[in-house]
């Protein structure tokens, strides 16, 4: 029996695939989450940025696509970049590709919108400066309180090792290339670069990719995070180097590719591509299915104990549906009818022995370290990791396809897609404290079908 892997309130798009999250923004009373897209198959052949918009970050429309490629300087694709609003008026930066000599062309271009979904294109801002390669990409606007907008652009220098450039603009038209602005020796590319601050502090995110070079192929990728002193005047940190110091954004399978904003009410918001599969893995997960890919939940950020924390937006807490009774006293167990679900456990300062199974993944706490199990998408046996002084709350949020797993409200998060056996999982925990308080409840959200106008709904 073939078993659903459609997702029931994660953002995913009606067919193709879904990568990297772009321009996302609050305009003009509405959340935009733009990504790249592949409207024909289920691969990276084509790219483009679809769009989903939502007033409250429950209910979603799906927008179709919003920029293609077409012109000489984007022919082989629209990638990643973001937004800003400037002037009432939406300001959408990305990288275009052009490899129609058989080389990698990459050209930083603008497009504009007075609605945020007509955009007219305004060519080529910035080509790639003396001293990088063709992998100069994935721009992310910002503006410190008030003076110049600055752009953070994922890059990889001439001599074949990932940095961080830096621009500078006064009018967000017209842009300079100011500097390096950090740089990876043991990393061939930096990808989707974000600076921000929160909190008072400002944070630099960014993933760390190794590549062949040779061969122009990924090896492995990871997201990471540091915490910075950004001198607004010179556009500076005092530590350049991004390879030590910096802290996993997400300790689980899948997570790639953050992109944060500001929502109206000032807090930082945060979504990723939950995905990072393999080739193999891509082409078994799609076997038989109109899409591939999804994102994250929409993640709500803070600096806490001198970390970035992460927690489920609050409006999510609008999904969660009837309570459901665990069975037996020493060992908690229920069989669901569903795989769209919520379970909480607190139990302060939570002794080893802890474990949870679910449904085909699990986690267990040895008292400093928590180790998450699951069976990826090639049949493989796999595990993640994550060390933790203390483990005082887990939070899991299942879909029909996926996990996310928030350690003590958000100290630590766990992503992953999973390979679903059944409609009807198992959950069950074990070594939990007498005084941990389990609780377990639906899920209400559910996609509708794609009507023919192309807006998706994703109802609470």
């Not at 990719?209 to 915490?227: C, F, K, T």
């Not at 999510?316 to 456990?345: K, N, P």
Request: with cysteine; proline share 4%.
């Amino acid at each position: 029996m073939k078993l659903e892997k459609k997702q029931r309130y994660h953002l995913e798009p009606p067919e193709g695939l879904m990568n990297d999250p772009n321009g996302l923004i609050w305009f003009r009373g509405k959340y935009y989450v733009f990504f790249q897209w592949n409207r024909f198959r289920k691969d990276h052949s084509h790219k483009e940025w679809g769009l989903f918009t939502s007033r409250d970050l429950i209910e979603w429309d799906f927008q179709e696509g919003a920029i293609q490629p077409g012109e000489t300087y984007d022919r082989s694709g629209v990638h990643s970049g973001s937004a800003f609003v400037i002037d009432g008026r939406l300001y959408a930066y990305y990288t275009g590709s052009d490899k129609s000599s058989g080389r990698r062309k990459s050209s930083q271009c603008l497009a504009v919108s007075e609605d945020g979904r007509n955009f007219q294109k305004q060519g080529v801002f910035l080509d790639t400066p003396a001293g990088f390669s063709e992998h100069f990409r994935d721009p992310k606007v910002f503006q410190m309180e008030t003076g110049p907008y600055f752009m953070v652009i994922g890059a990889q220098r001439i001599t074949g090792k990932g940095c961080i450039a830096l621009c500078r603009s006064e009018d967000g038209i017209h842009w300079n290339y100011s500097h390096m602005l950090a740089a990876a020796e043991h990393h061939e590319m930096i990808e989707c670069p974000d600076l921000f601050r929160l909190d008072g502090q400002a944070v630099l995110l960014y993933c760390l990719q190794r590549r062949d070079n040779a061969a122009d192929q990924v090896i492995s990728a990871h997201s990471a995070y540091r915490l910075v002193d950004f001198d607004t005047h010179t556009g500076t940190i005092p530590k350049t180097d991004l390879e030590h110091g910096c802290e996993t954004l997400d300790a689980g399978f899948d997570f790639f590719a953050p992109q944060t904003f500001e929502a109206p009410d000032g807090r930082r918001l945060l979504l990723a591509w939950m995905s990072r599969m393999d080739d193999g893995q891509e082409r078994v997960f799609a076997e038989g299915e109109p899409r591939i890919h999804c994102m994250t939940l929409p993640r709500e950020l803070r600096i806490q104990k001198g970390r970035l924390w992460q927690k489920p937006a609050r409006e999510l807490y609008r999904l969660l549906g009837e309570e459901l009774e665990w069975g037996g006293a020493e060992r908690r167990s229920i069989r669901l009818d569903t795989r769209v679900f919520h379970l909480r456990m607190d139990a302060a300062h939570c002794p080893a022995g802890l474990h949870m199974e679910l449904g085909e993944a699990s986690l267990s706490w040895d008292g400093g370290q928590l180790v998450f199990n699951r069976k990826n998408w090639a049949g493989a046996d796999e595990a993640r990791s994550c060390t933790l002084g203390r483990l005082d709350s887990v939070e899991i949020w299942s879909d029909t396809s996926s996990l996310e797993i928030f350690l003590n409200d958000g100290e630590a998060v766990l992503s992953a897609r999973v390979f679903p056996q059944t409609e009807a999982p198992v959950l069950a925990v074990t070594g939990a404290p007498e005084t941990s308080v389990l609780t377990i409840r639906r899920i209400t959200a559910d996609i509708h079908t794609y009507p023919a106008d192309g807006s998706q709904r994703i109802a609470g």
